[in-house]
């Protein structure tokens, strides 16, 4: 690591004169909403970024039981643009230059969809680099991290650190140039080829309960719930109760129930009644996103898959986080 005091007016993070053209480039004026984001799914070291024209979409999965993903659409940044072209190129050139003749004008009207998996844990620890991964003052280690610091003395920064990343495509790193109070810092991680993502296959069946509830009466179900319990339960019905949450533990059994009520639920619809279990270290992994959102819509399928979705406000915009569970067994299968 380099240090010396230096302030770069203008540095763009991916240079358009590289051999690779420019993929994927993005920049945003304060890099707080995407760390919050990212940490409301960052609880494996890796996740699944698919980029595209509507934005960036980061999944993670665990015990092939949940999958987590955060939303950040192109409003989140002040200046978003994916080339969809370059993408194709690059994708063509990684797949060992197969041959595209015939299908350049059907890649130009359909846009390519680019995936690549990156190190999530590096990729935040970059991101807080100003003020670290907690709080300010100290810089995270760069192991593992091709970084170059530019840094003045140690200011206890806390202003709005400013980010620009970019990506060429399969085998180059990702890249990110950040800045605050004039102090910059240039990181570059490497990627991963893409796995297939764990597909719980949601949307396969019908949904059949839905409802959307303020985010605070959540909140108070999730803090209730008893911790040494293996399971929760969720049931939705068309008669009292309506919605219901239940665990039972060492600490004994406890019980949430909501009713139809405009100051709770904004919506509410139940075409089938039923009570599924859901492992509970796996729905705690909801608590951080539903700690930032204002309202969160639960949908479940017919199979007894359950899906939440939060809505994270920002300053610009409004993101999602969702998170699809298994159950552990379907009311129908017993």
Request: proline share 5%; aromatic share 10%; hydrophobic share 40%.
């Amino acid at each position: 690591m380099v240090v010396v005091p230096a302030r770069v007016e203008t540095r763009d993070a991916v240079s358009d004169d590289a051999e690779t053209p420019i993929a994927f480039r993005a920049k945003l004026n304060n890099v707080r909403p995407l760390v919050n984001m990212l940490r409301a799914v960052g609880f494996r070291p890796r996740a699944l970024c698919t980029i595209s024209s509507s934005g960036l979409v980061f999944t993670v999965d665990e015990a092939q039981a949940m999958v987590a993903q955060a939303y950040l659409r192109t409003t989140l940044f002040s200046f978003f643009n994916y080339n969809s072209a370059a993408a194709a190129a690059a994708l063509s050139a990684f797949q060992d230059g197969l041959d595209n003749d015939g299908q350049e004008e059907e890649e130009e009207e359909e846009e390519v969809t680019m995936q690549v998996s990156l190190p999530l844990d590096k990729l935040i620890e970059c991101l807080t680099l100003f003020y670290g991964p907690g709080s300010g003052g100290t810089a995270p280690s760069t192991h593992g991290i091709a970084a170059s610091t530019l840094q003045g003395p140690a200011y206890d920064l806390r202003g709005a650190t400013t980010a620009e990343i970019g990506y060429r495509g399969p085998g180059t790193d990702f890249e990110l140039l950040l800045e605050e109070s004039g102090i910059i810092s240039t990181c570059r991680l490497a990627t991963f080829d893409p796995e297939p993502a764990v597909d719980l296959e949601f949307s396969r069946y019908p949904v059949v309960q839905q409802l959307i509830i303020k985010s605070e009466w959540l909140r108070d179900a999730f803090n209730e719930l008893d911790p040494t319990s293996d399971a929760v339960s969720i049931s939705i019905s068309a008669t009292e109760p309506y919605f219901r949450i239940a665990t039972i533990g060492d600490n004994g059994s406890t019980e949430m129930t909501y009713a139809r009520d405009e100051r709770i639920l904004d919506s509410y619809f139940c075409n089938e009644e039923m009570e599924n279990r859901y492992k509970l270290q796996l729905i705690l992994r909801c608590r951080s996103a539903l700690a930032m959102s204002d309202k969160s819509k639960i949908r479940v399928n017919q199979r007894g898959f359950l899906c939440f979705q939060f809505m994270v406000p920002t300053d610009t915009d409004v993101s999602f986080v969702s998170f699809v569970f298994a159950p552990l067994v379907h009311a129908n299968d017993i």
